[in-house]
């Protein structure tokens, strides 16, 4: 696809700078040359672009029949759910769930799975892939690979309402060793002792949205909680992950993120304490 475009790209200028050669030219000439001109320009202005056109065609499907083969044997299946204003991130072959980062092995086939929860939404990684919309009645696909290590910052490219601008996303392309070893250590539930934030966490509302695997909290309508502690950032990329952006977080998400599902804790301060000490332990 790279190749297309780079194709596409030196095709057009020339004919952009053919075209504008020959303008300049017929207005520098007299009137009495241009009745040959004339013939000539409408020559070119059928051939040209019928030329054109076939080039671009011819390599379009090359470039589709690639991609349509591309080896499926290693591919790795990533489905993404978008959400007002959150990404949803699942491994199906590997029983990973996570939200907001994108973990991805370099050079391994990447099969994307997208669809919406609500309204339409765009995932775009600019410098890995495409855009693509995700829609709330269809599963949309893309392949993809990452040729090179490092982390990638995404957006949502498709307006979607009040928070539009603050429904990012994280890509870290690393090793396969790297990835095999996170995706283990994310396909494990919760290990945390018992403790007051813990029973806060559960007595609260918490467990009506958000899952924490290996505990009875098992809600579906807000992230998965069960390793929040590894992850970068927090509301889809709005805020760090520091122990100081996750109790305001906590405390008052609208103050951030105005018109989320989620509600304030009316919390005491030593509860607060408490309740993210346990989020914290989720590693």
Not at 98 to 107: G, K, R, W, Y
Not at 128 to 136: E, T, V
Request: charged letters at 20%; a negative charge; one cysteine or more.
């Amino acid at each position: 696809m790279e190749t297309l475009w780079w194709l596409m790209l030196a095709l057009g200028g020339a004919v952009f700078l053919l075209f504008l050669g020959l303008l300049l030219r017929g207005l520098a000439r007299g009137p009495a040359g241009r009745a040959s001109e004339r013939n000539w320009l409408v020559g070119g202005g059928l051939v040209m672009p019928l030329v054109v056109i076939t080039v671009v065609l011819g390599f379009t499907l090359v470039a589709m029949a690639r991609l349509a083969n591309a080896p499926t044997e290693d591919q790795l299946i990533v489905e993404v759910d978008g959400h007002q204003w959150w990404w949803e991130v699942r491994y199906p072959d590997l029983g990973v769930v996570t939200a907001n980062e994108i973990h991805l092995p370099v050079e391994r086939p990447i099969l994307l799975r997208v669809r919406s929860v609500d309204v339409i939404h765009s995932f775009w990684i600019p410098s890995l892939a495409g855009k693509i919309d995700l829609l709330p009645d269809k599963t949309n696909t893309m392949s993809f690979s990452a040729s090179e290590p490092g982390t990638y910052r995404g957006v949502c490219a498709e307006f979607c309402g009040l928070q539009h601008a603050k429904m990012r996303l994280t890509a870290f392309v690393t090793s396969e060793e790297e990835f095999d070893e996170w995706a283990r250590q994310q396909a494990q539930p919760a290990t945390v002792e018992a403790s007051r934030g813990g029973e806060l966490f559960l007595s609260a509302a918490c467990p009506d949205c958000h899952t924490v695997r290996g505990t009875p909290a098992d809600g579906s309508n807000g992230p998965d909680l069960t390793h929040l502690a590894s992850r970068t950032t927090l509301a889809a990329g709005t805020l760090p992950n520091s122990t100081e952006d996750l109790s305001a977080w906590v405390r008052n998400p609208h103050e951030f993120k105005e018109g989320v599902e989620m509600e304030a804790a009316e919390l005491s301060e030593a509860d607060l304490a408490d309740l993210i000490a346990y989020l914290e332990s989720l590693q």
